[in-house]
């Protein structure tokens, strides 16, 4: 299939000579040439074009940049990294930043080298709330989140993640999540497997509900997380989040579907868009995860005696380069509840395979922090081997290549699980940017991603050293027409554009009332409850 020919008079800020041109969303597949200019795509032709750069680009696939929706790489070294894996948008929809406003001043006013985003975090919300003992005037994302983390711990409760909100703290919060969303925050963030004994099912709902008034997205990382064991299996606690985006009509984004019970998942999310609802979920390629060492989850009576899992064989100190015993555990959470650790999940290796060849089933690398071994972040020149964390940050992507071309998956179907999809989705949530990425198309923003098919590959690893290597393969990366990765080397330039809905005047924050939900939903005879001074209902004085 070709397109039509187009203009072959203008001399093009970029041209892409002969490469093999792939675009998912109309299954475009020949070799040709695109002619860049000003940010766009303005030609897709085999005519010969003239540019004031071209790249030779024979042999190699030119594919709609990689947009990873699950991006905690938000510091300079780990976007590096990044780019080197050939993605040019990443947002953190899942954990999402607080002060949203402020987050997306400060990225324009540094300049950023890929597209970037960011949801409203009920984690950084409640934190806000139920640890009011710290300062939290700046923008909070995952870069600066572990000094957060561990100020929160100093008094000996995390209250975010174990406090249970009453009604008026519930619309603080519900107050401040609409306000980010006000200023363009792309949805609500909720990982709610860290908060799992202190977020109510009615405040999860309430938060899916504000994000639902602007028609924006939830994505969650769901409240049971790593089990297999009734009743804390993943889809029960995906099904609470499911009920609540199928009652609000609402987009909802399912983070890392990577654990047990993913296969439910996959078909009830199938059939919601069979019946014409916006979900859909994410993987990423590896048989471990990464979070900080003081995640609820962790904790004795879940993972040993509920999950039935062995620190000493599970959970891995990228920056010791040792596994821990619980003993090592229970001092490094005391000691630095923030830092960020590697969990194995080896059930995990034998669903890889299948995560590879599901439709609208995407690519989300849940890149980390790029931090050495002393948890610090890297600067943006940093060697490689300086980086201490998962390998996931620097070669998801290039896996996904290299183990859909092992297992002979098409390269199509892989491209649109790393670009087309998201984009395809966030497009029908309204958001103009997304609408304009994630194809190769004449008109849409040229971000692209060129690689060789049959050598890409990921290089990074478990073992201290190699967490950040880079992925090969990836010659060229381009980002709103700029070139940023040119012949494997990440140029220090910054076009990256923010991804964001426009601010509007107005919130649509609704204050929930207890008694006032009563009265508009029971029996008006009934007597109404009371309330004590902590939101909690009473009857009947």
């Known amino acids: ?26 299954n475009l597949d020949s070799v040709l040439n695109i002619g860049i200019k000003d940010g766009k795509i303005l030609a897709i032709t085999d005519a010969e074009l003239a540019g004031r750069e071209t790249l030779d680009a024979r042999g190699l696939v030119v594919a709609p940049g990689f947009i990873d929706t699950h991006f905690h790489a938000v510091d300079r070294f780990a976007t590096r990294l990044a780019l080197r894996d050939g993605v040019t948008t990443g947002m953190d929809l899942e954990l999402g930043s607080l002060h949203v406003k ?16 960011t949801t409203a975090s009920l984690n950084f919300t409640r934190m806000l709330v139920h640890d009011s003992e710290i300062t939290l ?22 209250g975010w993640s174990v406090s249970r909100s009453n009604l008026e703290q519930m619309n603080q919060i ?26 109510s099912s009615y405040e999860l709902f309430e938060a899916q509900r504000a994000a639902a008034r602007y028609g924006r997205l939830t994505a969650v990382h769901t409240r049971y997380h790593l089990s297999n064991q009734t009743p804390t299996e993943a889809p029960i606690a995906f099904d609470e989040v499911f009920a609540n985006a199928v ?3 609402a987009p909802l984004l399912m983070a890392h579907d990577n654990d047990y019970g993913w296969w439910e998942i996959e078909e009830k999310l199938q059939m919601a868009r069979k019946k014409g609802l916006n979900m859909w979920s994410e993987y990423y390629p590896y048989d471990a995860g990464s979070t900080p060492v003081s995640a609820d989850f962790l ?47 080896p059930q995990r290796k034998q669903w890889m395979t299948h995560w590879l060849t599901i439709p609208e089933m995407a690519v989300a690398s849940d890149a980390m922090a790029g931090v050495g071994t002393d948890g610090k972040l890297l600067p943006w020149d940093a060697e490689y081997s300086k980086y201490s964390g998962h390998p996931r940050t620097a070669g998801c992507f290039a896996k996904v290549l290299r183990l859909g071309r092992e297992q002979g998956v098409s390269l199509m179907l892989t491209l649109a699980q790393m670009s087309y999809w998201p984009a395809r989705h966030l497009g029908d949530a309204g958001l ?28 990074s690893t478990y073992k201290a050293g190699e967490n950040g290597l880079p992925s090969t393969g990836i010659p060229h990366v381009i980002v709103n027409g700029t070139l940023v990765v040119k012949d494997s080397e990440v140029l220090p330039v910054y076009p990256g554009q923010p991804i964001r809905y426009p601010v509007e005047e107005k919130g649509r924050y609704e204050e929930l009332s207890q008694n006032k939900w009563l009265s508009e939903h029971t029996v008006s005879a009934l007597p109404v409850p009371h309330s004590d001074d902590t939101g909690a209902a009473r009857c009947c004085d």
């Open 299 to 345: 904790r004795p009576e879940l993972w040993e005696e509920t999950y039935g899992n062995k620190y000493e064989e599970t959970l891995y100190d990228p920056r010791a380069d040792r596994f821990l015993d619980k003993a090592a555990y229970e001092a490094l959470k005391a000691r630095d509840p923030g830092q960020v650790i590697v969990v194995f999940m």
């Open 174 to 199: 519900s107050r401040h999540l609409d306000e980010e969303l006000r200023q363009g925050a792309l949805g609500v963030g909720v990982g709610a497997a860290y908060m799992a004994r202190g977020m």
């Open 247 to 249: 009652l609000l009509d």
């Open 432 to 459: 103009t940017s997304m609408q304009e990425r994630g194809r190769v198309q004449v008109g849409k923003v040229a971000d692209l991603t060129l690689f060789d098919p049959a050598t890409v590959t990921d290089r």
């Open 102 to 117: 402020a987050w997306y001043d400060k990225k324009e006013k540094e300049g950023w080298q890929v597209n970037y985003g």
């Open 1 to 26: 299939m070709k397109p039509p020919g187009s203009p072959s008079h203008l001399t093009y800020d970029i041209v892409i000579r002969q490469g093999r041109v792939m675009d998912p969303e109309t």
């Open 137 to 158: 005037d700046e923008p909070l994302d995952f870069s600066n989140a572990p000094e957060a983390l561990n100020a929160s711990a100093a008094d000996g409760v995390q």
